[in-house]
């Protein structure tokens, strides 16, 4: 028994010194802190901390759950205005009380954008709604051009996160006009209404947060969030073996063991809500002919590249498809598959005459990519393909010599929408980039499926795109990435199912330690 | 004197022009901001909203004389991905880095020279033998090996230094020794070799047959006349590590100096931060060449004479 409470003790040790402070060793501090314009996987690790949205959800559960947050109730009042109650009470960090007009301001600062960075984000995601109007004191109106089956979904992005209006006016130039340099001074010195206040903030460098005591909910469980950029993967766990960080971020599968062989530390990940993707250029005169592509496609055995990459603890998915999309989730479809004689034979039938397919990546941004490029370059090669790596830091997603290369289609919101839909919508990305071609059956099935409020259409219409995505490919979806984090055993944290990639959740009930 | 300080001068400018215009090209080259730091799924026309934003929609030409035209006048631009003054995201950065210069190159200067003097005198000895395998060592083991190895032994293993940030005297141990390692091989050499040169040489004899003591001789005449290529190696040497062994050794221990900072805007192509991150680095780099210049000419009257 003695012994059981002096390692018990000597466990708990270290951190009672600090039980309430943490230091996180980060791959990557973002170099702003703006929800609205930002949707990278660096910033979308802090933002959840800081801010709120109207209305959340129930991040430990996978299925979407709403939950009331800065608005405590919402229902429609036509099919294409949404009423929404405002909480009372609610504090920014500043100390200013936050009133409808600082909601107003936070959505149309998105929905009517004019700020090109809030533009080019609101244009994907938020294109339905031209406004948000003010009721009275406690309560606004959202309004839709169309019926929006997504309605609780889109409010809770990140982007519509709530800031202050007159703090961020008076950030720069004129204090009653919102001007582009003040959303750019807002990004240095960022306010919100979260339970963690943003106290310092350097770029690309630090931030700290502190516990704000006046926030809404239950109060952090943390005093005080150190995050620190540690880029080198090698010094991060050091970091986090000397004791210098509690959490690390970002551990590639084969450095797992490094932190799991040590009783002080721990490992915890879950596969990413993002998938590394190969994309093929439709209009390469060379690749025009599908069957060419769909052998491209075929060859690929990404079952192997998950088992010899990443531990089989990836997700291959069958569609372009995840189960944190809820009702929308079609794991039955099967679009995509490993077939190497089929392969061959469209290639036989297309009279591929054995000419050189590039396949693009760059050296480092995609854990992983060269070495999935290269097992792909043997696959292809093993049905006859003759592929070739180009490795360069260049994009070249948008040029016209493109053949194939990796890129990643995240989840940015949990609905198909949110991944497939941002990427591969009618006049999206890939379709202005020139490597991907819609026509008006596409549009208007995109459409169906865009806006039905009735999920079994939405749901059939999906699969009607896959389908053109099979018949005519330009994307294979390779797998979703095992993403891992390493900490001391003594916290208690892990990512969230209920949220997109790499949310450092540190609100109540998201972490606790030992101890404290 | 005077015209070989203006040559100096001039020479300098002329330099820091060139490296500004390689540093605009070279950065151009590398591929568009807006692709890399606003991350995927971006449309053709928001791609072209933000490049005009980001004003990067003139041609070559016209952003290479507008940010002549800034950095003449001190105005080096906004970062693209921060959006504030490149002049104070770099600054921000500089005393750190300079901490670490100076920290490397005292440790350096304590642990070269006494040791190039002790090969050139014991040279037939195996003290001598000793001290050129230690030189020879520090060249063949690039700067980033010593930094993880040492990570590996006193932080993995032992534990007992820390590997983040600059935060306390304990934070210099490692980055000090993994950035002076190739500079103390190079200048135990070189002080050894100018050593061996002058106490061969005609006058040493004498102030010997005078009856000085040893120390003297050595210290006094010996080191004093081997100063000359002493102080050339230290110049140039530096100038090196200011301008490259920063960025590895930055970046190994999370130091949060100028070559970080570089690797960071290098990754997402931030042009002005990376422009004015070079440029600066460029001035130190030139500077020390000209103080290395100057202190020759002040170090060996024949230079200085001969060339004005």
New interface residues.
């Given amino acids: 028994m003695f012994r059981l409470m002096l390692t018990t003790a000597l466990a708990v040790l270290p951190l009672a010194a600090t039980a309430q402070e943490i230091t996180v ?1 980060a791959a990557n501090m973002a ?2 802190l703006d929800p609205g314009r930002d ?3 660096v910033g979308s690790q802090f933002y959840y901390n800081s801010f709120d949205t109207l209305i959340d959800r129930d991040h430990t559960k996978l299925e979407p759950e709403w939950v009331p947050a800065l608005a405590t109730s919402w229902e429609l009042i036509s099919p294409t205005v949404m009423e929404l109650k405002l909480r009372d009470g609610v504090k920014f960090h500043n100390g200013d009380p936050m009133t409808a007009d600082d909601v107003i301001f936070s959505l149309n600062r998105m929905m009517q954008a004019t700020f ?2 809030y ?2 984000r609101a ?2 995601r938020l294109a339905n709604f031209p406004e948000a109007e003010k009721v009275d004191e406690n309560t606004i109106r959202i309004h839709a051009n169309r019926e929006e089956p997504l309605w609780e979904t889109l409010i809770s992005l990140q982007q519509v996160m709530i800031i202050p209006e007159a703090y961020t006016k008076a950030l720069t130039g004129d204090p009653d006009v919102a001007e582009d340099s003040d959303f ?2 807002f ?2 010195a960022p306010v919100g209404t979260g339970p963690y206040k943003i106290e310092s903030f ?5 931030l700290v947060w502190t516990r704000f005591d006046d926030f809404w909910g239950e109060k952090a469980p943390l005093e005080r969030v150190n995050v ?5 993967t ?2 991060r ?3 986090l ?5 509690d959490i690390i971020t970002n551990i590639a599968p084969d450095q797992l063991s490094l932190i799991d062989n040590d009783p002080a530390l721990k490992t915890a990940g879950s596969a990413t809500a993002l998938f590394h993707v190969m994309i093929m250029n439709q209009n390469h005169p060379k690749l025009k002919d599908p069957r060419i592509r769909q052998a491209m496609s075929l060859a690929i055995d990404r079952d192997a590249l998950n088992e010899a990459l990443w531990l089989g603890k990836a997700i291959v998915p069958s569609t372009h498809t995840m189960a944190e999309m809820g009702e929308l989730h079609q794991p039955d479809l099967v679009t995509f598959e490993y077939d190497p004689e089929r392969a061959k034979e469209l290639l036989a039938e297309a009279g591929y005459d054995g000419f050189e397919i590039t396949y693009d990546t760059a050296p480092s941004y995609y854990t992983n990519g060269v070495l999935a490029a290269q097992a792909i370059m043997e696959m292809w090669a093993a049905v006859g393909i003759n592929g070739k790596i180009v490795v360069g ?3 070249t997603g ?1 040029s016209p010599d493109l053949m194939a290369r990796n ?4 989840m940015y919101f949990a609905d198909p929408f949110g991944s497939f839909g ?2 591969w919508a009618p ?3 890939s379709q ?2 020139g490597r991907f071609n819609t026509d008006e059956a596409y549009a208007e099935t995109w459409d169906r499926f865009r806006y039905s409020t009735d999920v079994a259409v939405r749901k059939a219409a999906y699969a009607e795109l896959m389908e053109r995505v099979k018949e005519d490919p330009a994307v294979l979806p390779l797998y979703r990435p095992f993403e891992s984090w390493g900490m001391k055993t003594a916290i208690n944290w892990a990512p969230m199912p209920g949220h997109i990639p790499y949310v450092l959740d540190f609100r109540a009930g998201s972490i606790t330690l030992a101890g404290s | 004197m005077i015209p070989y300080l203006i040559r100096v001068a001039v020479k300098s400018v002329v330099t820091l022009f060139a490296i500004a215009t390689i540093t605009f090209i070279a950065t151009r080259l ?3 901001p807006i ?13 072209a ?2 490049i ?2 980001f004003q990067l929609d003139g041609s070559l030409w016209q952003q290479y004389l507008a940010f002549m035209r800034g950095a003449v006048s001190g105005e080096f631009g906004l ?1 693209f ?4 003054p490149v002049t104070e ?1 770099v600054s ?1 950065r500089l005393w750190a880095s300079g901490q670490l210069l100076l920290a490397s190159v005292a440790f350096t200067l304590l642990v070269a020279i006494p040791l190039g003097i002790l090969g050139a005198i014991y040279r037939k000895s195996w003290i001598g033998s000793a001290v050129m395998m230690v030189a020879f060592a520090g060249y063949a083991v690039p700067s980033f090996i010593l930094a ?1 190895v040492m ?2 032994v006193f ?2 293993w032992l ?1 007992w ?5 600059n935060g306390s005297f304990a934070h210099f141990i490692m980055p000090t020794i993994a950035m002076s390692g190739v500079l103390i091989a190079a200048l135990t050499r070189f002080t050894r070799n100018a050593m061996l040169d002058v106490l061969g040489q005609d006058f040493i004899r004498t102030a010997r047959a005078k009856g000085l003591g040893e120390a003297r001789v050595v210290l006094r005449h010996g080191l004093g006349n081997a100063g000359v290529t002493v102080i050339s190696v230290i110049g140039l040497q530096v100038a090196g590590l200011a301008a490259a062994g920063s960025v590895v050794v930055e ?4 130091w ?1 100096g100028i070559g ?2 570089l ?2 805007a290098a990754l ?1 192509r931030d042009y002005p931060v990376l422009q004015f991150g070079v440029i600066t680095v460029a001035v130190a780099v030139v500077a020390i060449n000209a103080l290395t210049d100057v202190s020759y000419a002040l170090a060996d009257p024949r230079i200085r004479l001969a060339r004005s």
């Fill in positions: 060793g170099p702003y949707h990278s996987n090109p960075p533009v080019v244009k994907d750019e001074a990004a240095l350097q770029p690309g460098e630090k620190v950029q540690i880029s080198e090698a010094s766990v050091t970091a073996k000397t004791g210098e960080a830091d260049k994009w948008n890129w990643s289609n995240p941002v990427m006049d999206g990305p202005s980039e | 590398s591929g568009n692709d890399t730091f606003l991350g995927d799924g971006l449309t053709e026309e928001g791609r909203e933000l005009r934003y970062s991905v921060d959006r504030r995201v921000d993880i990570v590996l932080s993995y534990n230094l820390p590997v983040v940030g970046s190994i221990f999370s949060p970080q900072l690797v960071n997402v």
